[in-house]
T-cell receptor, first 114, second 113 residues
Framework: GENVEQHPSTLSVQEGDSAVIKCTYSDSASNYFPWYKQELGKRPQLIIDIRSNVGEKKDQRIAVTLNKTAKHFSLHITETQPEDSAVYFCASPEYNNAGNMLTFGGGTRLMVKP | DTEVTQTPKHLVMGMTNKKSLKCEQHMGHRAMYWYKQKAKKPPELMFVYSYEKLSINESVPSRFSPECPNSSLLNLHLHALQPEDSALYLC????????????FGSGTRLTVV
């Protein structure tokens, strides 16, 4: 099955700084890479995703980059704010008769200090 | 409607109880999932239903029994649980195709006493 590794497990930044979280995956057939944000006690929410036909996607302060050759993708948050503090999960799909079955990375706890 | 609704939000049950978790979506999604999430850990897949048929069971103990009455509803029946089963149980749905993500419900916080 798919194996997804995520680093770092915790990340502390000063408000206004940038944060970068990296993930690697094992299945070269994977072509869809979502990122989820989970605030304490809440559901994971999709914040950005990228498909393998592009190398980068931006949405305001958030961007995701993909390197299919190296099988890794990264989340970039610029001008961090305290409300960015949460746990972030990357994911990669495993394909079977069920369609897509997401395998999640271990998570990164991001703390933004005011 | 772009929501996945889960009930109840919180549940405390004894080890001899029988209870059910419910999940509902009206987005026309054809795949529905149950995930278990322990504190400070990623969600772990339990079951996948595709077109109302159970397609994946990730070696989950039989004390967890899923049911998909129709394309909008997903239940998880619980019986004779153990304290280590205490966790956040998340339901999710997706279009079921290979390049679309999930929409998660807000979860049921389960405590087994």
């Amino acid at each position: 099955g798919e194996n997804v590794e995520q680093h770092p497990s915790t990340l502390s930044v000063q408000e206004g700084d940038s944060a970068v979280i990296k993930c690697t995956y094992s299945d070269s057939a994977s072509n869809y890479f979502p990122w989820y944000k989970q605030e304490l006690g809440k559901r994971p929410q999709l914040i950005i995703d990228i498909r393998s036909n592009v190398g980068e996607k931006k949405d305001q302060r958030i961007a995701v980059t993909l390197n299919k050759t190296a099988k890794h993708f990264s989340l970039h948050i610029t001008e961090t704010q305290p409300e960015d503090s949460a746990v972030y999960f990357c994911a990669s799909p495993e394909y079977n008769n069920a369609g897509n079955m997401l395998t999640f990375g271990g998570g990164t706890r991001l703390m933004v200090k005011p | 409607d772009t929501e996945v609704t889960q009930t109840p939000k919180h549940l405390v049950m004894g080890m001899t109880n029988k209870k059910s978790l419910k999940c509902e979506q009206h987005m026309g999604h054809r795949a529905m999932y149950w995930y278990k999430q322990k504190a400070k850990k990623p969600p772990e897949l339990m079951f996948v239903y595709s077109y109302e048929k159970l397609s994946i069971n990730e070696s989950v103990p039989s004390r967890f029994s899923p049911e998909c009455p129709n394309s909008s509803l997903l239940n998880l029946h619980l019986h004779a649980l153990q304290p280590e089963d205490s966790a956040l149980y998340l339901c999710a749905s997706s279009q079921g195709r290979s390049n679309y993500g999930y929409t998660f419900g807000s979860g049921t916080r389960l405590t087994v006493v």
